[in-house]
C-alpha cells in the first residue's frame, strides 16, 4: 500500500486567453481551425510528492501558479499534460464562504456547507455546537448573515470547513481570518489536524508556512525554483520579492529623474587595490554568497565576522553577551542616511527580534564611495536555548517602514544560545524583579 498522500507527476496547465467570449466561438466554427487564443502556461512539468502525515507549504509571488496547483490537486480542473493521484478523503479550504447564502440565518448556512462537503443533517446535528463554540458569533448563529460583519462571517466560514476530519486538507490563504484571538484559534486548530491529516497550505504569511509545514515549495513563473526545509525556502522567496521590488522600481523610474553620479571603480580580488584591503584581516571573515544577498545593491556587504568582546569568533552564546558585528561594505557611490539593522530568526525562519540604528541617539550613517568597515555591537538576550540564524540589513531613508533596502543578506550566519542552569518557558525571560505573598482578610460579600 502506498504511503503516498498526493503524487504529482511531470504536470502541466495551459490556459487559452482570449480577448473577447465571441472569439471562443470563431475558434469553434473556424473553417479553417483558425486560432484565436493566446496560451499561457500557469504550471510548466511540475513533479513532487507527499507522505500522508506530512504538510506542505506552496510559496511564491502572485501569478506564480499556487491557486492553479491546489484547484488541480482538489479535481476542480485537470492538467493539461501529466498525471496526479490522491490517496485520501480530501477537504479545501479555497474561498471561505463560497456558496453562503446572505439570505440564510448562519445555522441554515452551515447546514448548506456540510451538505456540500457531503454530510447528511444528522452529522451536522452532532457536530453543530462545535461549530457554534468554535465560530464564537453567539446570538447571530440564528441572523441572516447579510447581517454580518465581516469578521463574523469568515469566522464562522472558517468553523463550518474545518468540523469535517479531512485525511487531506487543502488550505488556500484562510489562516488571517478574524482577529488575533481567533487566529490563535486557527493555528492551534491546524496544528491539532495535523497530527492525523496530510495538509498542503498556501500562504503568503511566512510565519504560518515556517510554523505548520515540513517542507516547502516554492514556485516561481509556474516552475518549482526550490522544494526543501521552511527557513531556506523562506529566505529565497525573500530573496525574490526584494529583486522583484527594485526592479519594478528601476524600471518605473524616468531615466533622467536623477543624474547619475560619476561611476567608482570597484576593486576586484585580482587588483591590488582590493589585495591590499582584504589582506588585513579580511580575508578571514566570513565572504557573503552573492545568492544570500538581495536589495537596490548601490551599498553591498561583502564580507562580515561576529565576535565576543574577546574579539574571538562567535558561535555559541548566553544570556548578557557582547556581540560585536562587524561588515565590509561596497559602496557604489557616496550615500547618506544609511541604516544598519540586524534580525535573529529561529530554525524555521520565524523572526524572534531585531533592531536598528534608528534607534540610536544619532543615526544618521554616511557610506563613503568604495569600501567601509561597519561595526556595531548589541547584547544578546535570555532566549530559548535552540540555532539561530543572523539576517543582516543595509537600508537607506529616515523613516523605519519606508526606507530602500540597499542590502539584505539572508540567514548568513547560525549561532547557538544556550542558558545553563535557566528554565525558559516562552521564547524570552523577562526575569521577574521582585515577588511577594501575603494573607489578606476580606469583609463577608465583600467581593459581591
Known amino acids: 500500500m502506498s504511503d503516498s498522500a498526493i503524487s504529482v507527476h511531470n504536470v ?6 482570449y480577448q473577447k467570449p465571441l472569439h471562443r466561438i470563431l475558434e469553434i466554427f473556424h473553417p479553417l481551425n483558425k486560432k484565436y487564443h493566446t496560451p499561457f502556461c500557469a504550471l510548466k512539468n511540475i513533479n513532487f510528492d507527499i507522505k500522508k502525515g506530512q504538510s506542505l507549504g506552496v510559496i511564491g509571488r502572485n501569478g506564480s501558479g499556487k491557486s492553479s496547483l491546489l484547484q488541480l490537486i482538489t479535481g476542480i480542473q485537470q492538467p493539461t499534460k501529466g498525471t496526479i493521484e490522491v490517496n485520501g478523503r480530501i477537504s ?9 447564502n446572505p439570505e440564510f440565518t448562519g445555522r441554515e448556512n452551515v447546514y448548506l456547507n456540510t451538505a456540500i462537503q457531503g454530510f447528511s443533517a444528522d452529522d451536522t446535528d452532532e457536530r453543530f455546537q462545535k461549530i457554534a463554540d468554535f465560530a464564537d458569533i453567539g446570538d447571530f448563529i440564528d441572523r441572516p448573515v447579510k447581517t454580518y460583519s465581516s ?12 468540523s469535517v476530519q479531512p485525511e487531506i486538507l487543502i488550505v488556500d490563504e484562510a489562516l488571517s481570518v478574524g482577529d488575533i484571538f481567533f487566529q490563535q484559534k486557527c493555528m492551534t486548530h491546524m496544528q491539532k489536524m495535523m497530527e492525523g491529516c496530510t495538509i498542503v497550505l498556501v500562504s503568503h504569511d511566512m510565519h504560518s508556512i515556517a510554523n505548520l509545514c515540513d517542507q516547502v515549495l516554492l514556485l516561481e513563473a509556474g516552475n518549482i525554483l526550490f522544494t526543501g526545509n521552511p ?32 561611476p567608482v571603480d570597484k576593486p576586484s580580488d585580482e587588483t591590488s587595490d582590493a589585495t591590499s584591503v582584504l589582506s588585513n584581516d579580511f580575508s578571514k571573515w566570513f565572504a557573503v554568497p552573492p545568492d544570500k544577498r538581495s536589495g537596490a545593491g548601490q551599498a553591498v556587504i561583502e564580507r562580515l565576522r561576529i565576535t565576543g568582546n574577546d574579539k574571538k569568533m562567535v558561535d555559541v552564546v548566553q544570556a548578557g553577551d557582547l556581540i560585536i558585528i562587524e561588515l565590509l561594505v ?8 544609511i541604516i544598519f539593522g540586524y534580525t535573529v530568526k529561529d530554525r524555521v525562519g520565524n523572526a524572534i527580534f531585531g533592531e536598528n540604528s534608528l534607534c540610536l541617539t544619532s543615526s544618521s550613517q ?53 542558558a545553563p542552569g535557566r528554565c525558559i518557558h516562552g521564547m524570552f525571560n523577562n526575569n521577574l524583579e521582585s515577588l511577594s505573598v501575603q494573607s489578606v482578610s476580606l469583609p463577608s460579600q465583600s467581593l459581591g
Not at 469578521?151 to 474545518?162: D, K, N, P, Q
Not at 525556502?233 to 526584494?242: E, Q
Open 330 to 337: 561596497y559602496a557604489a557611490l557616496a550615500l547618506d542616511e
Open 231 to 262: 527557513a531556506e525556502a523562506v529566505s529565497k522567496y525573500t530573496k525574490i520579492m526584494h529583486d522583484e521590488h527594485f526592479k519594478v522600481n528601476k524600471e518605473a523610474k524616468p531615466a533622467a529623474a536623477e543624474p547619475s553620479p560619476p
Open 151 to 162: 469578521g463574523m462571517y469568515i469566522r464562522l466560514a472558517f468553523a463550518a470547513a474545518v
Open 366 to 418: 554616511h557610506l563613503a564611495a568604495g569600501y567601509n568597515q561597519v561595526k556595531y555591537t548589541l547584547y544578546w538576550p535570555e532566549i530559548f536555548p535552540d540555532k539561530y540564524t543572523l539576517t543582516i540589513g543595509i537600508g537607506q531613508g529616515s523613516d523605519p517602514f519606508r526606507h530602500v533596502v540597499q542590502c539584505w543578506a539572508h540567514n548568513i550566519v547560525s549561532l547557538s544560545a544556550i
Open 12 to 17: 502541466t496547465k495551459t490556459y487559452s486567453l
Open 92 to 100: 479545501a479550504l479555497l474561498e471561505l464562504g463560497a456558496g453562503f
